[in-house]
Nanobody
């Protein structure tokens, strides 16, 4: 069974940091673009960051650029999201996604595999 499993979420104070991990199971994702999305209560799902299959190309939403870093370790079949200077507005469920291609854009329909999500809560 192909799965993406996120971990690393939790409760943190504003200004703090967290690192999310997303591990792939059931197949290798080393030739797939990967991404992080998030969804806050009552809001639509929002693109956060994407990374190409080699890790050589990344893209971020304006709201997280300069604070978040996406990276990957293909040997571990894992993608990461390092989050610094967290704000209450970053509170959301964070989802990992894999595209059926080596590079992908910011749209959710670019991605074929999704994890179950991990909750990130940032207190004031």
């Amino acid at each position: 069974q192909v799965q993406l499993v996120e971990s690393g979420g939790g409760l943190v104070q504003a200004g703090g940091s967290l690192r999310l991990s997303c591990a792939g199971f059931g197949r290798t994702f080393s030739t797939n673009a990967m991404a992080w999305f998030r969804q806050a209560p009552g809001k639509e799902q929002e693109f956060v960051a994407t990374i190409s299959w080699t890790g050589g190309s990344t893209s971020y939403s304006d709201s997280v650029k300069g604070r978040f870093t996406i990276s990957r370790d293909n040997a571990k079949n894992t993608v990461y999201l390092q989050m610094y200077s967290l704000k209450p507005g970053d509170t959301a469920v964070y989802y990992c996604a894999a595209a059926p291609s080596v590079v992908a854009g910011r749209g959710q329909y670019d991605y074929a595999y999704w994890g179950q999500g991990t909750q990130v809560t940032v207190s004031p």
